[in-house]
């Protein structure tokens, strides 16, 4: 004798599927993070701008390394919050791919921003895209990521 | 993959959404549940008494800046338990399927 009717079976399945997606979409980035981001590309606009090739091309290894070091930690996005550790068969294993494309994708936009600022005869036009791409980071961050984790169903 | 095994302590719906969230976990905190499950404390130290007793659940209490704080996680049995109750409710719709699909081949 089966101990439950099949449309009960079929509820509680339903109930599983939303208390898992509830779970899986916890998945992403700290908050700390995106402001770091935001702080890192500032600076390097700053100094891009600034100083001296040699330098601007040692504090970009040096954003790099650190950037490498924190994203490792974080960048399975399974704990956004202190409240909860996604589990990884929960998260994707494409969100770092996601990240990284994101990432990539920023780089273009600072550099074509940067590029428009000068051809339009604007001063210090490395220092204007850092900060309109880091404000675009720090506050659309988590929502950009969003939106390309779903195209990316990751 | 885990025996289908209809488990009575977990399909309660209140427990099954709780066991079904911790599985999806490593980890949750008590504020992370009770906001998930939209329940009281003491509702929900009830529910996760009842699954630790059972063996199924292991809380760890601990401080983080003075203030103590509660995380649960699913126990191996816990989720064989689990696996094995969705396993069940799986075979439920597909026995019901395929009695479905002998009437209509007999009729």
Redesign the interface.
Known sequence: M?????HE??E??E??E???R???AEVGLPRWYWWLLAAGWVVLGVVGDLSAAWFATVATVAYGAVHATVASRVLSG?RR??????????ASRRLPVVVIGMLVALVALTIGTALVLDADGTEHASIFAGIFVAAVVGFGGPEILGVLRRWARA | MSAAKFDELIHPSTRLTLVATLAAADWAEFAFLKDRLALSDSALSKQLATLEEAGYVATERYLVGGRRKLRARLTKAGRQAYDGHVAALRLVIDSAGESVAAESVEG
Request: avoid cysteine; charged fraction near 20%; proline fraction near 4%.
């Open positions: 089966e101990p439950i009717a099949q079976a079929r509680a399945l109930a599983i939303h208390a898992r509830g779970v899986a399974r919050t202190g409240g909860v550790q996604v589990s990884a068969e929960t």
